[in-house]
């Protein structure tokens, strides 16, 4: 059985937003919510910097499911985590829960007052007739069901961003690697998809910084 | 007469007290919200689809089409070696 996943090479990534567009077009996601990212780290650090496209992750313990109190996501027999935007009521907790900043929360009126959670669907829709009019208009495109894999994906350039089945996309990223010779680092992965800590274990122990090696300070 | 009529009334204004349930019951960690269909149990699309088609309802077929439709995204494969 498939489990979905994205993937997204920092090596290759070019902050070029082709992601973010092909998302927000093909989703008609409203004004102010961004379900996909480009973030930069060390920007402008010459040799350093690196873009990472970022959106939900679909977890496999996602701690938006564990958080929220009306139960309103659920997980997809291909392991995209969707939820039910007539049973959200806009509390924010899986905001505060997700280490992706994934779940968007529109503006719904005057005063800051927050509209029910938006988030990366994968594209596959969420609980409404499949390719329906309704199901675009609460969660966007359901692309899974046309046999298609998320614009995002599908939309990248460089090929940067992977989406499909986890087993998949990793092996394609053990070929680019192994050419490559370099670039094995997958971000996020460890937090979206690994395994739990076992009842006992220690936990990590924080590294000790390197010893100044005589440099000007 | 009268006491039947208050008796009515009486019936009347206490019905009123009554709540209806308004939310749905929720059971402690389990999805409440309704059911999602499968992308398997679509039709496959008319045009032609790099993955292939599928056959409706079978989960395997369209497993077998997202997986080709996977494979376009490594270059090595799509553009030859």
Not at chain 1, 4 to 27: P, Q, S, W, Y
Request: charged share 25%; hydrophobic share 35%; proline share 7%.
């Amino acid at each position: 059985m498939a489990r979905m996943k994205f993937l997204c090479d920092a090596e290759r990534c070019i902050e070029c937003n082709g992601c973010v567009t092909a998302c927000k077009n093909e989703n008609e996601v409203p004004w102010g919510v961004n379900r996909r990212r480009v973030v930069t780290l060390n920007d402008g650090v010459v040799g350093a910097e690196k873009s990472i496209s970022v959106a939900c992750m679909h977890c496999s313990d996602a701690p938006c499911m564990a958080v929220c109190p009306v139960d309103c996501f659920y997980r997809t027999d291909d392991g995209v985590v969707l939820h039910d935007k007539d049973l959200c009521i806009g509390c924010g907790y899986c905001f505060y829960a997700c280490p992706f900043g994934a779940p968007q929360f529109p503006q719904a009126g005057a005063f800051g007052l927050r509209g029910k959670m938006d988030k990366c669907t994968f594209c596959a829709g969420g609980p409404e007739a499949d390719r329906s009019e309704t199901e675009f208009h609460k969660y966007g495109r359901n692309r899974l069901a046309e046999g298609k894999l998320p614009a995002c994906a599908e939309m990248c350039s460089t090929k940067a961003l992977l989406g499909g089945d986890g087993d998949m996309i990793a092996d394609i990223y053990r070929e680019r690697v192994l050419r490559r010779g370099r670039g094995a680092e997958v971000w996020g992965w460890s937090t979206a998809y690994g395994l739990p800590p076992k009842p006992g274990a220690q936990p990590p122990q924080p590294q000790q910084p390197a010893a100044p090696t005589g440099g000007k300070s | 007469m009268i006491r039947l009529a208050f008796i009515v009334a009486a019936a009347l204004a206490l019905g009123a007290c009554g709540e209806k349930e308004q939310v749905v019951v929720y059971k402690q960690g389990k999805y409440q919200g309704k059911p999602d269909t499968p992308p398997w149990k679509n039709e496959s699309p008319v045009a032609e689809l790099r993955g292939g088609k599928w056959t409706t309802g079978d989960e395997k077929s369209w497993e077998e089409a997202i997986k080709q439709r996977q494979l376009t995204q490594n270059e090595y494969k799509r553009i030859g070696q």
